[in-house]
């Protein structure tokens, strides 16, 4: 049940079934990528967090000038929240890079992807 979740979970994140969510220490003890160690749900993706961010960024910014500062007080904060939990946790100073994060064993992933450049398109790259 856990690998069919994991499948659903890549299905829904418009990568489908590349590496990206394949398990590097599944991949590297058997010398080759096996679909059952799929761990999607535990990734923690670059791309994705920085399209939340601008998001944010927008529903604050579009709130504002409508005059609603209450909500674009909220939108603003969640956005600063998001920036800073991006640059502490995907950001990478040995990549030079930003790294999707795998949040059950506490490391970054070492694979570059496109997604790697989401906070560069963005904006939320500082």
């Known amino acids: 049940s856990e690998v069919f979740r994991n499948l659903r979970a890549a299905a829904e994140s ?12 599944n991949a590297a003890a ?7 160690g799929i761990c999607t749900t535990r990734i923690l993706p670059v791309d994705l967090n920085a399209l939340l961010h601008a998001s944010e960024t927008m529903i604050a910014r579009l709130s504002r000038e409508s005059g609603d ?15 800073e939990a991006i640059t502490r946790f995907l950001w990478n ?21 496109g997604a790697t450049v989401a906070p560069l398109f ?4 500082t």
């Open 93 to 113: 100073d040995e990549a030079g890079a930003f790294l999707d994060y795998d949040w059950g064993n506490r490391v970054p992933r070492p694979a570059l992807n």
């Open 14 to 25: 418009g990568w489908d079934f590349s590496s990206r969510w394949l398990d590097d220490l």
């Open 30 to 36: 058997t010398r080759t990528a096996c679909l059952a």
């Open 122 to 125: 963005t904006g939320t790259a």
């Open 69 to 83: 500062t209450a909500t674009a007080g909220e939108f603003d904060g969640r956005a600063a929240r998001r920036a």
